[in-house]
């Protein structure tokens, strides 16, 4: 990655759907570059220019989780933050916001 974009997506694969948003993001005036996990090692250990934010979008639960840890331990913003990337991929932690926040829900017993 040779310039810095304002927006990196994060993905597991190019589908269409961050073709999209790759153009959509394009054609907002930003700079935006996909990014696969073997290609953030210059930024996350400060050999490249920050961008401004990561949009995550991997594919694989625990390569979403670890994109979001590592990038926020870089300071660099992610959408979404690794506590709701954590609370999304939890079930049960879900289900705890959820009737903490009043929000309908299938009951789940949480031991």
Known sequence: MSDTADVLVSVTLV???ERLLLRALRATGL???PVTP???AAILNGGAPPPRMVLLRN????ELAAMSDRFE???VP???SPRAVRLCLAKDLQAIAF???GVPHPTSPVA
């Not at 594919?59 to 625990?62: A, D, E, G, I, Q």
Request: net charge positive; hydrophobic share 25%; aromatic share 0%.
């Open 99 to 101: 009737a903490r926040h």
């Open 73 to 75: 331990q870089a300071g």
């Open 31 to 33: 700079t935006a570059q």
């Open 38 to 40: 073997r290609h953030t």
């Open 59 to 62: 594919v694989s639960h625990r």
């Open 15 to 17: 589908r269409p759907e």
């Open 78 to 80: 992610t959408l979404n």
